[in-house]
């Protein structure tokens, strides 16, 4: 009874699902009618028309070119079929061999190993990488100790920093959130890239268009402008840090400023960062791109409410001028109450523009303005001036006048701060 139940099951089993041709005639009927429905399938994704529009000729079995006539006729799968086979192929997750761990687990690993392994990274940070990517074991993070570790001169003229966007970009992370909101990854990115010679290629980066971006990430439009920002800022201070930085850094800034992709917030992060440089080593670059870059500042300075147009004016390589930062401090109102609640950051941007402004006028004879400035800072900032009043012994008007006086000499011959 059983062995007939088995046989009927057997029986249904065989209509449902017939079993494989048993002589060759069938099989290789049964592959012909498999290529074909491939092929089809493939034309359907990948047209005859796509294919002469995006591709060289074509090459037949003997190495000879095919026309984009010819093209039809040899039938646009078998080439794009090959084309996506190769791409798999040379991907570096098949292209690298993952080295094996040893039997002990991760969380027995020796200092000795994990020492080695940090060698490892210094040594050759690209091959360590490319077998983070073989293992996929890959991420952001250890890209930029890849790129950290390529800034040193010895990997110059590599195309390193090229060939570490292939390995993210053959393992998908180029559209991780990490990408473009790692900040250690995007400065270490900029820095190899200039340090190779690769402008072209992040400033090509710096140009694509935001919306593919947001068809590709889960980033919104805020996202993608504070990763513009960043970049673009990061990319002015790896020009500054090579000869002839200067000039290289204005003529970016006035490129992005010019081009129409990015606004002035997001270039605005970028003068900050040259208007800092130039505070340390005084510029020595074209005057007139320094100007062009003074008049970008002063559009924006009324609609970001910032002292970089002030400080540029400050440092002006030929005719440096206080008057814009006369006319910052004479604007602002500071209570008690917003000065303690003000960032330090920005507490030392206004006690430096003061000291600096103050300096500037008494040089040029405008004694009343720079008394002015000096006492704008006296009573805003007597804590860091270290001028608090509630130390001062009680004076007559004489004295005050002469105590001020003293003052503000201390302050000009003491007082500088970055």
Known sequence: ????????????????????????????????????????????????????????????????????????AHRSSHSTANHHLESILTNPMFTT???????????????????????????????????????????????????????????R???????????????????????????????????????????????SILNVDPANILETTLLDHQDVARWKAYLLKHFVRAELSHPQGQDHAVALILAASSSGNFSGREVNLAVKVFTKHIYSYPFAGSVKDFDALLDLAKQWSAELNNLTYARLALRHPQQPSPQPGLEYLQKIH??????????????????????????LLLAQGRFEDGAWVLEFAQNNFSEELDLSSETQPVLTTSEKARENELNNLRLLDGLALD
């Open 1 to 72: 009874m059983q062995s007939t139940g088995v046989r009927a099951f057997k029986a249904l089993a065989s209509k449902i699902h017939p079993q494989l041709p048993l002589n060759a005639r069938e099989s290789q009927q049964l592959l012909g009618l498999l290529t074909t429905s491939f092929r089809q399938h493939l034309d359907r994704e990948y047209p005859a028309s796509q294919l002469r529009d995006n591709q060289a000729a074509v090459q037949d079995g003997r190495g000879q070119p095919i026309t984009p006539s010819d093209a039809n």
């Open 97 to 155: 061999k993952p080295k094996r761990r040893s039997g002990s687990s991760p969380r027995a690993e020796s200092a000795h190993t994990h020492t080695m392994r940090l060698r490892h990274v210094i040594s050759d940070p690209l091959q360590w990488f490319e077998e983070k990517v073989a293992g996929g074991t890959a991420n952001i993070v250890g890209a930029t100790l890849c790129l950290e570790s390529l800034r040193a001169p010895a990997y």
């Open 157 to 203: 003229d590599l195309n390193a920093g090229t060939r570490v966007l292939v390995l993210l970009k053959s393992v998908g992370l180029h559209k991780s959130e990490a990408f473009y909101k790692h900040q250690p990854f995007l400065q270490a990115l900029a820095f190899v890239l200039v340090a190779d010679g690769q402008q072209r290629l992040l400033w």
């Open 334 to 359: 500071l209570s008690p109450e917003a000065v303690r609640e003000m960032q330090k950051t920005r507490r030392q941007s206004l006690i430096q523009l003061s000291l600096d402004v103050a300096r």
